[in-house]
């Protein structure tokens, strides 16, 4: 019920409340009951949504970089051969 409904909430948490309310349990419990839920379904949580998001952002940033130093090393290598052979 509480992940046919999120979307008419402002969060999963908001969600989990008005869900947990009308079938006469606490936020924490149902929560939990969630999680295990997804967990056992295969499904990614939101945590786990958000951690992978950061580590592809990180990813994507480090690729970059070595990007960059690989040129740089390549021009700065090129730079010290041709100071090697001009007169």
Not at 66 to 72: G, H, S, W
Not at 74 to 79: H, L, N, Q, T, V
Request: proline share 1%.
């Amino acid at each position: 019920m509480v992940l046919d409904h999120e979307r008419e909430h402002s969060s999963r948490w908001a969600a989990v409340v008005s869900i947990a309310a009308k079938i006469g349990c606490t936020g924490q419990t149902l929560n939990e009951w969630v999680k295990r839920a997804e967990r056992e379904s295969g499904g990614v949580t939101a945590e786990m949504a958000a951690r992978l998001k950061a580590l592809e952002r990180e990813n994507r940033e480090l690729r970059q970089a070595n990007e960059i130093l690989r040129k740089a090393s390549a021009y700065f290598a090129a730079a010290e051969i041709d100071r090697r052979f001009k007169p």
